[in-house]
């Protein structure tokens, strides 16, 4: 297997010399189409894939790979073609081409194994008419009902060893087990509050609350007492705290009455200004390294999902619909993003590839958050 392998690579890297990018002259399809073949590997190992498939977007051809990870597609139609490998527990890979009538074209693939999805992912949905809180492991499966009351549950967040859900209820905010179990009121005013989230240790919670008019960061410890307000420049709204406990993350209405990004110490000092974009910058959520922030933004259009470095720097667009793309939360190993995405949750790697619906439900769920 090994010296066929070898010999596979070598005819592979002799043709590619000799015919160039676009392939042999003559040897593809018809006059007026080409050509594609090549070979799909495992990229850690090179081992051949059987059964993936090769498919030219936008043109209904497609193939799957033998046993030796090889594939052809004939009648190819000229132009540039965007070519897909994909399977299951695979990430997919795109490659573009020019097809040149009449021509050949060589195109192999190295697919990366999918990084299993671990953990669980608590969140909120209506699937019973009023919104309740519902849990999930992460690649969807065995969805348990957490809450049972006729009001709405909304933004729960786990505690980062996954012990506790802090969520928000009729306005107030509550706390629980992680089976659903002793539910606790933590906050008692006419004012609403929303967006808790726990401290690393587990010792704070972070939220906003409108008590004196406008959505401002307050914070409190974890059993309710001690409510401190941190910020009162502007409406303030989904905060979350860094992996060290030092800073929080927030969204913050600028003097233009649109959103962008800032972080604050725990003490209400220090605050910087992240994102400075005309359209709207939200929902930001540190990755577990704090290294990264996953935001929303309609800066394109309609809502879609960002990533950008800590500092705000490299600011990368990652999901393309047109449906409304939000709520992002990190795994908390760092390597996956769940989001919504009309009205479902969506995981996908940090850099946009393999977005994959994980409720696929008719109802509307939301606020996912990621917890061991």
Known sequence: MKKYLKFLGLFLVLSLSIMGQAGCPGCGGGSNTAAIVGQVVNALNNQPIEGAT??????????????QGQYQIKNVPTGQKTVIASKADYNSQSKTVNVVAGQTIILNF??????????RIVFTSDRTGNYEIYMMNADGSNITRLTYTSANEESPRFSRDGSKIVFVRNGD?????ANGSNVTRLTYTSALEADPCFSPDGSKIVFTSNRTGNWELYIMNADGTNQTQLYSQGDAKCPCFSSDGVKILFQGLNWYAQWDIYTIDVSGSYLIRITNNPADDRRPCFSPDDTKIAFTSNRDGNNEIYIMNRNGSNQTRLTYDSEDDDYPCFSPDGTKIAFVRYG????????GSN??????????????????
């Open 173 to 177: 905010i509550y706390v629980m087990n």
């Open 54 to 67: 090769v498919s030219v977007q936008g043109t209904g051809l497609s193939a799957r790979t033998d046993s």
């Open 110 to 119: 190295q697919l990366q194994p999918q990084t299993p999805l671990t953990g």
């Open 344 to 351: 479902e949750i969506y995981v996908m790697n940090i850099d």
């Open 355 to 372: 977005q994959i619906n994980i409720t696929n439900n008719w109802a509307n769920d939301r606020s996912p958050s990621w917890g061991p």
